[in-house]
């Protein structure tokens, strides 16, 4: 069957083989070893934003943060368009407050736990769509258009950072959108990063004046997160599992 | 799909303004907009928008790129219908700008169960509920007028 929609596809498509044509002529080699040779490609204009020279991450000072304090969990719901309906186990829930109590010496610390955005993410590995994909920055997302709803990520995801959308909603975000049937977690708030801005919950930590989480970009060693993510100790949860998380943590 | 684009393509590509007083009463009102026309014409608008959506959500989505030509959010800047009262309507509104014409064509698009369908601002809980669109209320209305009971009393 031929129609409109098909030749407006094949337009698109087009377009890419061009882009991809036009990088090719800034193709970068590198032998790696003797007989391996890497292979770079130069962007195309349409990938400017999402950098694969970049890698987003957050870095959470543990002892800045405050056990009363939920400015980030707030400012998500208010940035995302999500929030508490008063049903724990099917609410929605893309950063959380989690207190940890060590069992020798009783030492209590509270700490956001969001989408841990791994290099190599369990969710997108299980994904039977491909609706579960990492941007080449490093940003974890769900691709709603595609996700079917089986929650196989919701299951393989370590952190519990992803939840279900259950019910029909309206008012979401113009920059979140969020549906029935679908699951969401932290975008890392990607709408503010491709503008060049800072996480949500980033820009209303610092705004408390604590300043426990930090934004930036883990491949670009003069950025402040690089730069204290050498200096100073910090870990991954489940280090195990050695998924690489973009979220780091110091002083838990 | 194919069918029904030509369905619409036929209906708006050929009734010329002289032809307005011959149309059907089926015909769809279509909410007037705001802001400048669309310098391609409202026929490549009217056939190729599926396609330029579909495009640019990719390219958002994957790989970062805002600087689209098409966004759902943009439509709204000058297709935000409004009702009687001057509020704008929700996709739940058969008045709703996308509806007008997808109601006429008996396509159903699930955009709008994710994005909003009105311009950011607007309080949707307010204007509307989802899911209780305008055709199961006046079917409802006319139940109960009909009927004389409401069905929560028949069952």
């Given at each position: 069957m031929s129609c409109g929609c098909d030749k407006g596809r094949e337009k698109?498509?087009?377009?890419?083989?061009?882009?991809?044509?036009?990088?090719?002529?800034?193709?970068?080699?590198?032998?790696?070893?003797?007989?391996?040779?890497?292979?770079a490609f130069g962007g195309?204009?349409?990938q400017a934003r999402a950098d694969a020279g970049k890698r987003w991450g957050l870095l959470i000072d543990v002892n800045r943060c405050d056990p009363d304090c939920d400015a980030c969990v707030r400012a998500c719901q208010t940035e995302n368009g999500?929030?508490?309906?008063?049903?724990?186990?099917?609410?929605a829930q893309w950063i959380r407050k989690v207190t940890l109590k060590h069992k020798a010496?009783?030492?209590?610390?509270?700490?956001?736990?969001?989408?841990?955005?791994?290099?190599?993410?369990?969710c997108v590995d299980v994904c039977p769509t491909g609706a579960s994909f990492k941007r080449a920055d490093g940003i974890v997302l769900v691709d709603k258009h595609i996700c079917i709803g089986c929650r196989y990520c919701m299951m393989a995801c370590p952190?519990?950072?992803?939840?279900?959308?259950?019910?029909?909603?309206?008012?979401?975000?113009?920059?979140?959108?969020?549906?029935?049937?679908?699951?969401?977690?932290?975008?890392?708030?990607?709408?503010?990063?491709?503008?060049?801005?800072?996480?949500?919950?980033?820009?209303?930590?610092?705004?408390?004046?604590?300043?426990?989480?930090?934004?930036?970009?883990?491949?670009?060693?003069?950025s402040e997160i690089?730069?204290?993510?050498?200096?100073?100790?910090?870990?991954?949860?489940?280090?195990?599992l050695e998924l690489n998380p973009g979220v780091r943590y110091s002083n838990i | 799909?194919?069918?029904?684009?030509?369905?619409?393509?036929?209906?708006?590509?050929?009734?010329?303004?002289?032809?307005?007083?011959?149309?059907?009463?089926?015909?769809?009102?279509?909410?007037?907009?705001?802001?400048?026309?669309?310098?391609?014409?409202?026929?490549?608008?009217?056939?190729?928008?599926?396609?330029?959506?579909?495009?640019?959500?990719?390219?958002?989505?994957?790989?970062?790129?805002?600087q689209v030509q098409a966004s759902l959010k943009a439509c709204f800047d000058c297709h935000a219908a409004k009702d009687q009262a001057g509020q704008v309507v929700t996709y739940a509104d058969e008045r709703h700008f996308c509806r007008t014409c997808h109601d006429y064509a008996a396509v159903k698009v699930d955009c709008f169960m994710c994005h909003r369908s009105t311009p950011e601002g607007v309080d949707e809980t307010a204007v509307e509920h989802a899911g209780l669109d305008g055709r199961a209320r006046r079917i409802a209305a006319w139940l109960e007028e009909t009927t004389g009971t409401d069905r929560e009393g028949s069952r």
């Open positions: 698109g498509a087009e377009i890419n083989r061009r882009d991809f044509l036009r990088s090719g002529a800034a193709v970068a080699t590198a032998t790696l070893a003797p007989g391996v040779t890497l292979i195309s204009e349409a999500w929030k508490d309906d008063g049903n724990p186990s099917t609410d010496t009783g030492r209590e610390v509270s700490m956001p736990v969001m989408c841990q955005h791994c290099e190599e993410p369990p952190f519990k950072a992803r939840s279900f959308v259950h019910e029909p909603l309206v008012n979401q975000s113009e920059n979140a959108p969020r549906g029935m049937g679908t699951v969401e977690s932290c975008t890392l708030c990607v709408h503010r990063v491709d503008a060049g801005g800072t996480p949500a919950c980033v820009e209303a930590c610092a705004a408390t004046g604590k300043g426990a989480i930090i934004f930036g970009d883990l491949k670009d060693p003069d690089s730069k204290r993510l050498a200096d100073y100790p910090s870990v991954a949860l489940r280090p195990d | 799909m194919g069918r029904i684009l030509l369905m619409l393509t036929l209906a708006f590509g050929w009734v010329g303004p002289g032809l307005t007083e011959e149309r059907s009463s089926l015909w769809p009102e279509i909410p007037k907009a705001t802001g400048d026309p669309h310098p391609e014409g409202n026929a490549y608008w009217r056939k190729y928008h599926p396609d330029m959506l579909r495009h640019d959500r990719d390219l958002t989505m994957h790989q970062g790129d805002r």
